[in-house]
């Protein structure tokens, strides 16, 4: 079985009157991408806070690799890697001498320093002083501390904010390389997109609430979304059999090109009907993103209220 590196059990966090976490239990575990999605304020970075320990929950317990995160002797802060939204640097030091700074703190050997700034592509600027960085630059000097001594849970609010597509990607790469050696990698963000075919498991939150949980396969199951089936006769082939175009809902794009949003009982005999009405040129298949698995959970959480 899995080992759990963090556990959240019933837990609130309150500011006065306003709940910015209520009564969220979940689990996440070694080897393991997890998407953390929900709009601003819905609790997010709240979260974040109490599995670092920046913060301590109203009611409940929070586990981080075997230790309460906010009591006074955290020894697990060490093999924690954290990446903020909005990175802060001394502007006056060089990006090599921020990692060795902060190196020295978690107590890595300096000699995974140059590694860490190779590993983001910040070689050739490791001894210009931080001021002159773009902010892309310095999202991956942030990226390049949270790495510091091969951390087992990471947690990145925002991680690709400031980075250009090529940069996104190498990102993408190096949070795979990590889930595979065994870490656990909590990826807050707004870019729904992205995320797809990035994350094992996605947690909703909104208002504070966990609202869904689940990888996105599992999501699109409770979600019951249909299906996007998108069909192109092969050019110069006779047109489509009328009698089959009007014994399902399909949509016409163009002269050659039909559309139809199925079931998901319907999906498989749609796929074959259309194969045998003709000269298929093309087939595509477009399941429910993770923006519409979002949207759906969101309404169907204000229609209950």
């Not at 929900?38 to 997010?44: E, M, R, V």
């Not at 309460?68 to 954290?82: I, Q, S």
Request: hydrophobic share 40%; aromatic share 4%; glycine share 8%.
């Amino acid at each position: 079985m899995t080992t759990e590196t963090v556990r959240l059990s019933e837990v609130t966090k309150s500011y006065g009157k306003q709940n910015a976490v209520k009564d969220v239990s979940c689990a996440l575990r070694e080897g393991e991408t997890v998407a953390l999605v929900g709009h601003n304020g819905a609790g997010k970075t709240t979260l974040i806070k109490l599995m670092l320990g920046l913060v301590r929950p109203s009611a409940g317990k929070v586990s981080v690799l075997g230790e309460d995160p906010a009591a006074g002797e955290f020894a697990a802060r060490r093999r924690l890697g954290f990446l903020p939204e909005n990175v802060s640097f001394n502007m006056a030091l060089t990006g090599r001498e921020t990692l060795r700074f902060y190196a020295r703190l978690k107590r890595v050997p300096l000699a995974a320093v140059s590694l860490l700034l190779d590993r983001v592509g910040l070689t050739e600027a490791a001894d210009r002083r931080v001021g002159t960085y773009s902010k892309g630059m310095r999202q991956r000097l942030g990226l390049s501390q949270a790495l510091l001594g091969e951390p087992r849970v990471l947690l990145f609010d925002e991680p690709t904010t400031g980075l250009d597509p090529a940069l996104r990607s190498s990102f993408y790469r190096i949070v795979r390389e990590l889930r595979d050696k065994g870490a656990t990698v909590l990826l807050s963000s707004h870019a729904l997109n992205e995320l797809e075919g990035k994350a094992d498991r996605v947690i909703i939150v909104d208002r504070g609430i966990r609202i869904a949980d689940g990888s996105i396969d599992e999501l699109r199951n409770i979600a019951r979304l249909p299906t996007r089936i998108r069909v192109r006769l092969a050019d110069g082939a006779a047109d489509w059999p009328e009698g089959w175009v009007n014994a399902h809902p399909w949509r016409r794009i163009n002269g050659q090109t039909l559309e139809i949003d199925a079931r998901p009982e319907d999906k498989v005999m749609l796929l074959r009907s259309a194969a045998d009405a003709g000269t298929v040129a093309d087939m595509d298949v477009l399941p429910p993103t993770l923006d519409e698995l979002y949207a759906h959970f969101l309404a169907q959480k204000e229609a209950a209220r």
